[in-house]
């Protein structure tokens, strides 16, 4: 009997002790739960933002898309470049849109809009380093009466590493022909040749050049 009597209060006391569980549960719940449903919502409302932000995104590429090759189909020059200039993008659409656009003014003879639209595009950070170059690059291509700035352009261009090196290489070869410097012509064409990273194009182009003005041709390195 006595065994029964501690079973019966153990269990008695048990249900007791599992019963304030419960009312301290539903205590914190009822004081703490909102942070639960705010947690909840947080979750579900981020979700919904962001899925809100990648729509959004992509119909703005879509929009850009659409607008540029609409801009694009445009056959006069002059409408194509007005049209480009209305085609709003972000990133390496942008990029591209205002490489095309800089195409476009120069072929309409507006060269100082071309050389605005390059060197904005050259020193925008938002847009990747790969179109900046080639901004850069392009910029100094343009025809210009400003001789020496073109060839300071270029030099900067042409330092080892960077990715239109040799390409501005050459152009300064023939700058130096053109004032009349056929040694210095032939010193960077020389340079080209022996260039491990010269394409096979761009190398061939030089040697035909240096046999032209009659200069000896390096063995060219192999690639």
Known sequence: MMGAKVSN??????????????????GYLRRY??????CV?????????????????????QAAGDALLAALEENDPSERAAAL???TAQGSSAAVTLLLRAATQQEV?????????????????????MYRDLAAFKAAMLPTDDVAARKAALEALSSPGLPFSLLAVEQ??????????????????????????TTRGLRERAQTLMVALGADTPAAVNQ
């Not at 009349?180 to 960077?188: K, S």
């Open 85 to 87: 200039e209305g085609v």
């Open 109 to 129: 003879g507006a060269i100082g809009d071309a050389a605005q639209t390059l060197n904005a595009l050259a020193v925008d950070p938002d847009v990747p380093q």
């Open 41 to 61: 919502l947080l979750l579900v409302g981020g979700a919904a933002f962001n899925e809100y932000r990648t729509a959004q995104a992509r119909d703005a590429a």
């Open 172 to 197: 300064l070869a023939y700058m130096a022909l053109a004032e009349g410097d056929t040694e210095g012509a032939v010193t960077l064409l020389r340079r080209l040749v022996e260039d491990a990273n």
């Open 9 to 26: 209060t153990d269990s008695f006391i048990d249900e007791v002790t599992e019963e304030v569980r419960r009312e301290k549960l539903f």
């Open 33 to 38: 739960g909102w942070i639960g449903v705010a």
